[in-house]
Structure formats: structure tokens, C-alpha cells
Nanobody
């Protein structure tokens, strides 16, 4: 089993920035962030592999940046130019050897 410690959510005004972090109890091949807004399906925001290959949702390209520490157990999501439609619960995600792991989620609210 894998445990995640997520942090960094909160309330921010449109155009502002937030940074999320997620620390895993062990290294995982892929780590990333999904989000789920009220009444919507959970969607991929960004992911990164141990080889630092990244994937971003089209809606966040150019605004969000995912990165990973050298130990490959902690990821960061820098979110800039936030929009109200970015409001959601953001879930840390990990995948290794075919198994999926999920964090508890952290709320991000973009509102004036």
C-alpha cells in the first residue's frame, strides 16, 4: 500500500497562484494530479514519470507545471493564472506495476 500526504490547497482569487505538493511513502513510476469539480467526472490534470516525462490536460497547458524531487517520492504542481473553472478537489495519484493509488484530495477554490 502507498500513503500520500497532500498539501497546498486553498482559496485564491482569479489570476492568482497556488502550489500543491504530494509526498508518497515510496517511489512510484507515475505520479500526478487529477481533479474533480462538482457534478463532473474526475479528470487528469498533469502527470510525470520517473523519467520526467510529463502530460498535461489541454485546459492547463502553459499555466500549470508539474515537477518531481530527486527521490521521486514527492511531486509538485505549480498553478498560475488560476481561473474559476480550476475550482475542484485535486487528488494525488500514483501508479506502479499496474496498481493505482489515490490520495484523499485537497480543495482548490478560485473565486473573487
Amino acid at each position: 500500500q502507498v500513503q500520500f500526504v497532500e498539501s497546498g490547497g486553498g482559496l485564491v482569487q482569479p489570476g492568482g497562484s497556488l502550489s500543491l505538493s504530494c509526498a508518497a511513502s515510496r517511489g512510484l513510476y507515475i505520479m500526478g494530479w487529477y481533479r474533480q469539480a462538482p457534478g463532473k467526472q474526475r479528470e487528469l490534470v498533469a502527470s510525470i514519470t520517473t523519467l520526467a516525462r510529463t502530460i498535461y490536460a489541454d485546459s492547463v497547458k502553459g499555466r500549470f507545471t508539474i515537477s518531481r524531487d530527486n527521490n521521486r517520492t514527492t511531486i509538485y504542481l505549480q498553478m498560475n493564472t488560476l481561473k474559476p473553472e480550476d475550482t475542484a478537489i485535486y487528488y494525488c495519484y500514483g501508479k506502479n506495476l499496474g496498481a493505482d493509488y489515490w490520495g484523499q484530495g485537497t480543495q482548490v477554490t478560485v473565486s473573487s
